[in-house]
């Protein structure tokens, strides 16, 4: 079953909430212990109630994700500022100037690892500059000890942020799993079901109308194309692309998958029995190229035809070889001067595009072999 939308980041939040609580009970502790010597007390308990209430309200707005947007984030951090610029007036400069604590205290990071939490490190980082810049500004004398407070806080911000992005990051890729895995399942149920029908029909019909004369013959034929064809496709149905963070045209694909729907009975593909793979964008038109060279095949050659592919590290060759009558010379050129651009656009321009070569071998009456070459990344 898929997780839920921000699964991995509940905990964060809840871990917010518990953080909040506790700094705010070390503010109220902190409270009781300097009553006395703060220029206003009755202000400090006012600050205080407002500091228990905007606890109560970030927490149940913080639980509910669809909360968890800019309204109350601007809010947390409007709230958050305006205790810390009211230290110097309720607290009292002589007081802070004898190392009475500030009204935030601990208790300002809170919107810091808010902002962390829903946008990252750059968020958190934001919130933090704000945060201890406002915090500065009440001091009278900044030591070393200010400056401690602002690198904390920074690091807080950087590092919860970046842990909410892990956690992101982590729940997009447990998705993509199930959903690859449900696909799988799929797939494996539909090809139970297609095996026991159309694939039995489609080879008995093929069996039974081989030797038959014609039209029956050529049904037969059609038929047991479609087979291998539809057998191709089930083996090779569910997505094969390894993920990779750099988005889908870097994701890997096995070329044998996609050159598999062009095997029948008069086609033969061989390949090597690991898996082939190629950037998805290559191996697509590197396919694309194959396939314009089959159907060269089927209209110029007849016959059978042969695709080998090639594994060589590096580079990945495809070999598309025929027993047709060949290629002339001068014939290329000819029909690439009458607009007939196949080989030219279909075939080499693919291949070009992607930095590799095509190299065609082709004698009267001696069939042709096709050659295409790929570097596995581009130049």
Same mark, same amino acid.
């Given at each position: 079953m898929p997780s839920p939308p921000g699964g991995f980041e509940v905990p964060l939040?809840?871990?917010? %909430?518990?953080?909040?609580?506790?700094? *705010?009970?070390?503010?109220?502790?902190?409270?009781?212990?300097?009553?006395?010597r703060y220029a206003h007390p009755y202000a400090v308990g006012t600050l205080l109630l407002v500091m228990i209430i905007w606890t109560g309200v970030t927490a149940?707005?913080?639980?509910?994700?669809?909360?968890?947007?800019?309204?109350?984030? *601007?809010?947390?951090?409007?709230?958050?500022?305006?205790?810390?610029?009211?230290?110097?007036?309720?607290?009292?400069?002589?007081?802070?100037? %004898?190392?009475?604590?500030? @009204?935030?205290v601990a208790w300002m990071a809170g919107p810091v690892l808010a902002w962390a939490v829903s946008g990252g490190r750059r968020r958190g980082t934001i919130a933090a500059l704000l945060v201890a810049g406002a915090d500065l500004t009440t001091r009278e004398r900044i030591g070393q000890s200010s400056f401690t407070g602002?690198?904390? @806080?920074?690091?807080?911000?950087?590092?919860? &942020?970046? @842990?909410?992005?892990?956690?992101?990051?982590?729940? #997009?890729?447990?998705?993509?799993?199930?959903? *690859?895995e449900a696909a799988t399942r799929e797939r494996e149920r539909l090809a139970r079901g297609i095996h026991d029908s159309v694939l039995q029909v489609l080879a008995l019909v093929q069996r039974r109308g081989a030797d038959l004369p014609g039209e029956a013959g050529e049904l037969a034929r059609l038929a047991g194309e479609q087979e291998v064809a539809l057998r191709a496709l089930i083996a090779g149905a569910s997505p094969t692309?390894?993920?990779?963070?750099?988005?889908?045209?870097? $994701?890997?694909?096995?070329?044998?998958?996609?050159l598999g729907r062009y095997a029948s009975p008069a086609v033969a593909l061989s390949a090597p029995a690991t898996p082939v793979p190629l950037p998805r964008r290559v191996? &697509? #038109?590197?396919?694309? $190229? %194959?396939?314009?060279?089959?159907?060269?095949?089927?209209?110029?050659? &007849?016959?059978?035809?042969?695709?080998?592919?090639?594994? #060589?590290?590096?580079?990945? %060759?495809?070999?598309?070889?025929? #027993?047709g009558p060949g290629i002339p010379d001068g014939r290329l050129a000819e029909a690439a001067a009458q607009g007939r651009l196949g080989v030219t656009q279909s075939i080499r321009g693919r291949v070009a595009e992607l930095g590799g070569t095509v190299r065609i071998v082709s004698a009267p009456e001696a069939g042709t072999e096709i050659e295409l070459t790929v570097p596995r990344t581009r130049r």
């Open positions: 939040w809840r871990a917010l %909430t518990v953080f909040r609580l506790a700094s *705010l009970a070390y503010v109220c502790v902190l409270a009781i212990r300097d009553s006395d149940i707005g913080y639980a509910r994700p669809a909360w968890r947007r800019w309204p109350l984030l *601007l809010a947390d951090l409007g709230v958050v500022l305006a205790v810390v610029l009211a230290t110097p007036w309720v607290v009292g400069r002589a007081a802070l100037a %004898t190392g009475v604590p500030t @009204m935030g602002v690198i904390l @806080m920074l690091l807080a911000g950087v590092v919860v &942020g970046h @842990m909410a992005r892990l956690a992101a990051s982590a729940e #997009e890729r447990l998705q993509r799993a199930v959903e *690859l692309a390894a993920v990779h963070p750099d988005g889908p045209e870097a $994701a890997a694909v096995d070329l044998r998958t996609l191996a &697509g #038109e590197l396919a694309a $190229a %194959t396939g314009a060279a089959l159907d060269n095949v089927g209209r110029h050659a &007849g016959g059978r035809a042969w695709v080998l592919i090639e594994d #060589e590290g590096a580079t990945v %060759t495809v070999s598309i070889r025929d #027993e």
